[in-house]
């Protein structure tokens, strides 16, 4: 038996089909995935993510710490409340996990990191603390709800606390605002290319504020529909499209390394240094299935310039058709092949993300019915 969140009983009883993730029994879908798809890029659904890891970093030198943990600068969150995204690496640059930090208050950040990473995550910081004298404190008694779509934040923001509703009815994307560290924390953020709220609080809060959220129209969705909203978005994975051998200029995240000022010495930034001088030998980048057949991570990539490989991929249900991120050589041109059931299809190359806020940002040719079928099987 998995972990449970505190949400389990109510996502048998909505119909939830429950899969193990990272050792916890967490819903895959309520029983159609396309249908939850489809609801957070027209109006709004609500995840179960309590499977999080919710790490709390207190300490007169936290920020300091942060700064030489992180590739990304905390020192960019001036003002309380403010959030970033940022990546956390080893000595050679590699990822070991990509998270959001926020500056709580003062000496107090909070960070989340993935489910599947918590253990070698917090090992990892805990190392790294000793120098600063801070404390890393994991919040294993808080829940995690991501109320998401175009419609989230309207049906949301009646049900929070009445403390934190104005303020959180102003908020800006990548911004927070809280009852403390073991109370409601609710932040503009999330991870569907959509607008929204990602709502940390108490456990035993959790079931009513679901209730709640359910019976305001907000749809349940599972980690199936979560999957293909953040392929949609061009949101990376952790364990595909990243890891400890990946650094971030190989996989499109070379935005979140602050290079500036250049005395931070940041965790990896001389890997990051040399490779960022030599230049990247591997790139992300997007990829767009032309005909039938469904895109699947570990695909082989057919390039003019060498091999690449699928990262992740499958049927995009708000394009009706198949698409994925790969790493390919640098240089690769505007067309591709990829290795699917023993043929070599053929694919463009795009620049995700390639859909964000119910908009299609890349340019499509018309639907392919046969695509369409190939992405239901």
């Known amino acids: 038996m998995g972990r449970r969140t505190p949400l389990h009983a109510r996502h048998l009883a909505?119909?939830?089909r429950l899969v193990d993730f990272a050792g916890w029994e967490m819903p895959l879908h309520y029983g159609s995935q396309i249908e939850e798809h489809h609801a957070v890029r027209r109006e709004a659904g609500v995840f179960d993510v309590s499977h999080m890891t919710v790490v709390d970093v207190h300490g007169e030198r936290a920020e300091g710490y942060l700064r030489r943990?992180?590739?990304?600068?905390?020192?960019?969150?001036?003002a309380p409340g403010k959030a970033l995204y940022t990546c956390m690496l080893n000595e050679r640059g590699g990822v070991i996990d990509d998270l959001i930090v926020y500056r709580a208050g003062p000496g107090w950040y909070r960070v989340v990191v993935n489910a599947a990473t918590r253990g070698k995550d917090l090992d990892w910081m805990r190392r790294q603390a000793a120098p600063f004298g801070v404390a890393v404190d994991e919040r294993e008694t808080l829940a995690m709800l991501a109320v998401q779509g175009p419609a989230a934040r309207a049906r949301c923001l009646p049900l929070l606390p009445e403390a934190l509703r104005a303020a959180a009815g102003a908020l800006r994307p990548f911004h927070a605002v809280h009852e403390g560290p073991e109370g409601w924390f609710v932040a503009r953020t999330g991870y569907t290319g959509e607008d929204g709220f990602e709502i940390i609080?108490?456990?035993?809060a959790a079931g009513a504020l679901w209730d709640a959220l359910?019976?305001?129209g907000v749809r349940p969705c599972g980690l199936g529909?979560?999957?293909?909203?953040?392929?949609?978005?061009?949101?990376?994975?952790?364990g595909q499209d990243m890891d400890e051998d990946t650094t971030p200029l190989e996989c499109g995240l070379g935005w979140t390394v602050a290079w500036e000022p250049a005395g931070r010495d940041f965790i990896g930034r001389a890997a990051l240094e040399r490779q960022r001088g030599e230049g990247s030998a591997r790139v992300q980048v997007g990829l767009v299935l032309e005909g039938r057949g469904v895109l699947r991570p570990g695909h082989e990539v057919r390039t003019p310039t060498g091999p690449g490989r699928v990262t992740s991929g499958?049927?995009?249900?708000?394009?009706?058709?198949?698409?994925?991120?790969?790493?390919?050589p640098?240089?690769?041109?505007?067309?591709v092949e990829v290795l699917v059931r023993g043929r070599h299809l053929p694919a463009r190359v795009v620049r995700p993300p390639f859909v964000r806020h119910g908009r299609v940002l890349i340019e499509l040719d018309e639907p392919?019915?046969?695509?369409?079928?190939?992405g239901k099987a």
Request: aromatic content about 4%; glycine content about 14%.
């Open 314 to 328: 499958g049927f995009a249900p708000t394009l009706g058709r198949s698409i994925a991120l790969a790493r390919v």
């Open 225 to 238: 529909a979560r999957d293909t909203l953040r392929l949609e978005a061009g949101l990376n994975l952790y």
């Open 330 to 335: 640098r240089g690769t041109g505007e067309r």
């Open 368 to 374: 392919d019915t046969a695509a369409a079928e190939g």
């Open 201 to 204: 609080l108490p456990g035993e």
């Open 214 to 216: 359910l019976a305001a």
């Open 69 to 78: 943990l992180l590739a990304n600068d905390v020192a960019r969150l001036e």
């Open 14 to 16: 909505a119909g939830g």
